[in-house]
């Protein structure tokens, strides 16, 4: 069964810090990788999706990674905000089935101003 | 595109009451939906996954009786909480996807359930 594991679980950084978040796998049999960005007590806001056959994908101040062979992702936030204090989740599908989405176990982001 | 919308957002119930979360998807037709379950700090864990027309696949550890699960058209699938008790809140968020494998999810807003 996937295990999706995301260190560090907190981090807190200063205004205009880069950031890099780490995301890891467990089966690297995946389709894509998916960053989510979750508000306290709110939903899901999709980030970024890099296919199995991608690198890297970039939105904005975000990058993020995928090195399917060793089963890690990294997000990399460049010029960080107070905004983006977040938890941020990292997802891969399952190969079989319904291909829902095993979610990684968060990183807690704070941004000081 | 591919809007979903999880309605209510917030419930606040007596222990005992039945409680029904619908999760439509506005703008595109929905091949599977999928039901998620966050308690405080922790990630999302999969409930269960409905296709429309046929019944809902449950995961390990689900009641399939105490969570409903209807997905009645492309665009509609319900979860229904029966005589919910304080366990069982918790935050609660559909998805929606069409079509296979590589396709996206996309998440509703999500319902905080609150049993008293």
């Known amino acids: 069964k996937q295990e999706v594991t995301q260190i560090p679980a907190a981090l807190s950084v200063p205004e205009g810090e880069n950031l890099v978040l780490n995301c890891s796998f467990t089966?690297?049999?995946?389709?894509?990788l998916q960053w989510f960005r979750q508000d306290p007590g709110k939903g899901l806001t999709s980030l970024l999706l890099?296919?199995?056959?991608?690198r890297e994908q970039t939105s904005g101040r975000l990058n993020a990674s995928l090195d399917k062979s060793s089963g890690r992702s990294t997000l990399y936030i460049a010029a960080s905000q107070p905004g983006d204090s977040a938890t941020y989740l990292c997802?891969?599908?399952?190969?079989?089935?319904?291909?829902?989405?095993?979610f990684g176990t968060g990183t807690r982001l704070t941004v000081i101003p | 595109g591919a809007v979903v919308s999880q309605h209510p957002s917030r419930v606040i119930c007596k222990s005992g009451t039945s409680v029904k979360i619908e999760c439509r998807s506005l703008?595109?037709?929905?091949?599977?939906m999928f039901w998620y379950r966050q308690f405080p700090k922790q990630s999302l864990m999969l409930m269960a996954t409905?296709?429309?027309?046929?019944?809902?696949?449950?995961e390990q550890g689900v009641e399939k009786d105490k969570f409903l699960i209807n997905h009645a058209s492309l665009t509609l699938s319900t979860l229904t909480v029966t005589s919910a008790h304080p366990e069982d809140s918790s935050f609660y968020i559909c998805?929606?996807?069409?079509?296979?494998?590589?396709?996206?999810?996309?998440f509703g807003d999500g319902t905080r359930l609150s049993i008293l």
């Open positions: 890099i296919q199995s056959s991608q």
């Open positions: 089966d690297s049999a995946i389709y894509n």
């Open positions: 998805s929606a996807k069409m079509g296979g494998g590589n396709q996206p999810q996309h």
């Open positions: 409905s296709n429309e027309g046929s019944k809902a696949t449950y």
């Open positions: 997802a891969v599908p399952t190969l079989t089935g319904a291909n829902n989405l095993f």
């Open positions: 703008d595109f037709q929905a091949t599977t």
